[in-house]
């Protein structure tokens, strides 16, 4: 397929690199032009575009940039196809995109953001920390393959992100409409805890959306003061091991 990847930071370099290698034609772009494109996420075939080229012409739309950012966006996403499946990577961190107040009276951030852009979104790779994406993936049917939950109300376009997960080394966890995806979000048990799909039901299931934004609040504040902001990579290992005593 052809697919347009806006946002070059851990995420998005990195489905760069996997989705180029699994055979799929790959556009990347970032918000300060091609030349400044890590090179690591074109080693497979990508090519580096300006934003507005990323998003004509393809069958598919990664949005890989923090959420607050999203809404002045729309106007550059209108130019993609009408077909074209939009999937998002984000997360809402009210410390980095500042105070979302119909996030926090309790709209879905997924929900949310359908309404800014104007179109229908799946949610997937917003639950698995950059260092696991990058390091983690295993061959399907590898013993303890990490699942990363897949949310959308098209159940095609749910398919197809489970899909391209898949191709990423992870196994693609239906994990329903966008009403629920909140159970995906940061401070749910599944978020960057690396579950495999015998877990991953469980932790969906168990989410308690009101507990939520405090320990999102907590997680955030515990890894920016160990590793640093958000340009740090952090140890998979370690970032694993403090999301699961937090939201476990």
């Not at 990847?5 to 772009?29: E, F, R």
Request: charged share 25%; proline share 6%; hydrophobic share 40%.
């Amino acid at each position: 397929m052809k697919v347009g990847i806006v946002g070059a930071g851990n995420i998005g370099k990195t489905l760069s690199y996997k989705l180029s290698a699994a055979g799929h034609d790959v556009k990347i772009a970032n918000s300060r032009g091609p030349e400044t494109i890590d090179p690591e996420a074109l080693s497979t075939g990508a090519r580096a575009v300006e934003a507005a080229d990323a998003v004509r012409d393809v069958d598919v739309v990664i949005l890989s940039m923090p959420l607050n950012r999203m809404p002045a966006f729309a106007t550059v996403l209108s130019a993609a196809p009408a077909d074209a499946v939009v999937i998002d990577t984000s997360n809402y961190y009210p410390l980095r995109d500042g105070r979302i107040e119909a996030i926090d009276d309790g709209e879905v951030e997924s929900v949310w953001l359908t309404e800014q852009i104007g179109r229908p979104i799946v949610k997937a790779w917003n639950a698995i920390g950059s260092a696991s994406l990058a390091e983690k993936g295993a061959p399907a049917g590898t013993p303890g393959r990490i699942a990363i939950p897949v949310a959308a109300d098209d159940t095609d376009a749910r398919e197809l992100g489970m899909m391209l997960v898949d191709q990423t080394g992870f196994d693609g966890f239906d994990a329903g409409p966008l009403a629920e995806s909140w159970r995906q979000q940061p401070g749910a048990p599944c978020y960057c805890t690396d579950l495999t799909s015998e877990e991953m039901g469980k932790a969906l299931a168990t989410a308690e959306k009101d507990r939520l934004p405090k320990r999102r609040d907590i997680s955030i504040a515990a890894i920016a003061e160990r590793v640093g902001d958000g340009t740090t990579n952090p140890d998979s290992d370690y970032a694993v091991r403090l999301t699961r005593a937090i939201f476990m």
